[in-house]
């Protein structure tokens, strides 16, 4: 089995999970060092949706991600017929002018997603919307029980930590653009909000 390093140590996001994902096409298996905890949760996210075992060492240097693929390793499937994945790029819904009734249509939505029997596979934030992921968000319950449903939901880390809202995080996980881009693109469908 062919083996390669990857040191992705003071790059920014994505380029930690997009040089690993390289290195996964060439090697069966791979060691990453990255410098931050996104970086480290954003590279195992990726092995375990490529159907590949992880193990995780914090050393003085880095964070030692070693990737193993498996002979029976399978990527998570998404894409399925009638796939939906929502985009939110905002903490508002609609384009008005009135942030008071945005807010208010947004969490109205969110809500109203929990009694719906058609959902979504995933729910993506991005932009400002991240920002209703957060602990001080007024939707963070309805979107626990929205993830207690099943329903994956993945937050942009360059925009949290654009808000400074890294370490606040309340609900859902942490993502990249790599991820999400491959989340979107394998989906029937995409309902951007």
């Not at 089995?1 to 994902?21: G, I, N, Q, Y």
């Not at 932009?127 to 929205?146: F, M, R």
């Not at 609900?171 to 990249?176: E, H, I, K, L």
Request: hydrophobic share 45%; aromatic share 4%.
């Amino acid at each position: 089995m062919s083996k390669e390093t990857v040191d992705a140590r003071t790059l920014a996001c994505p380029a930690p999970v997009m040089r690993a994902a390289e290195a996964m096409k060439r090697a069966g298996e791979v060691l990453v060092i990255v410098d931050n905890p996104a970086a480290r949760d954003n590279v195992s996210q990726l092995a375990k949706n490529e159907g590949w075992s992880s193990s995780i060492e914090t050393r003085d240097d880095g964070i030692y991600l070693t990737l193993k693929k498996s002979s029976q390793a399978q990527p998570a499937k998404k894409g399925e017929s009638g796939s939906v994945v929502v985009l939110i790029a905002s903490e508002f819904l609609g384009r008005g002018e009135n942030v008071q009734l945005g807010s208010l249509l947004m969490q109205s939505f969110l809500h109203t997603l929990n009694g719906l029997s058609v959902e979504p596979e995933t729910i993506i934030f991005i932009n400002s919307g991240v920002k209703l992921v957060a602990v001080s968000s007024p939707v963070i319950e309805d979107l626990k029980l929205i993830q207690a449903r099943g329903i994956e939901i993945l937050a942009c880390g360059t925009c949290l930590s654009h808000f400074n809202l890294l370490d606040k995080v309340a609900v859902g996980q942490v993502s990249n653009m790599m991820t999400i881009a491959d989340t979107l693109l394998r989906t029937e469908r995409v309902i951007s909000l």
